[in-house]
């Protein structure tokens, strides 16, 4: 049996943080905290955007209590990495995904929560078999970034520029070629 914490965080920016999808004063967020009867800790992180799946903080963790919470309280998973990705993404989406319907009837998606869910025992996979992700995932698998260029005054556009050109954001440096 696995202990559950779920903290709600609103954290405030230093700044307002806009683009054009929304405007923020704060990162709405929340940490799930899972412990195994070892004493291993998993922890996953959400972060809900009402304005791209409909979720709030405040949904996201209401339906995390009511729909998923439970089944994590009475399972019985099973911890076992057998060095595949693959299969403990799967063991997790059997054991605590396959029949929760994670749209509501709004048109919800609750993605947040599922993703600090499997995030959380992830974790706990791993720490149980004392590996690190990267002794999962091949060297060749690229992970592609990207990033959202917020609403700034234009005395600060050359230095995020400058940012995004050094750390090659190829997406961004696309964009900005093209102009």
């Known amino acids: 049996m696995l202990k559950i914490n779920l903290y709600q965080m609103r954290i405030p920016f230093n700044f307002s943080f806009g ?3 929304a405007k923020r004063t704060t990162s709405d967020s929340f940490i799930l905290k899972l412990e195994s009867e070892e004493g291993l800790i998993g922890y996953g992180e959400g972060l ?4 791209v799946t409909g979720e709030t903080l405040d949904t996201s ?3 995390f209590k009511e729909s998923l919470s439970p089944l994590i309280k009475t399972s019985s998973f099973q911890f ?3 060095n595949n990705l693959q299969e403990i993404l799967e063991n997790i989406h059997n054991c605590f995904f396959k029949n929760i319907n994670f749209q509501n009837e709004d048109n ?13 025992l992830l974790d706990l996979v791993l720490q149980k078999e ?3 992700l990267n002794n ?3 060297p060749n698998n690229k992970v592609n970034y990207s990033c959202i260029l917020p609403f700034f005054p234009l005395k600060y556009l050359g ?14 440096l696309k964009m900005m070629n093209k102009d």
């Open 19 to 21: 683009h054009g999808a």
């Open 48 to 51: 809900p955007r009402s304005y």
């Open 61 to 63: 963790c209401q339906f």
């Open 80 to 82: 076992k990495s057998n």
């Open 108 to 120: 919800v998606s609750f993605n947040s929560i599922k993703c600090a869910t499997e995030m959380a």
């Open 130 to 132: 004392k590996k690190g």
């Open 136 to 138: 999962l995932i091949s």
């Open 159 to 172: 230095l995020i520029l400058r940012f995004l050109k050094f750390y090659k954001f190829k997406q961004m």
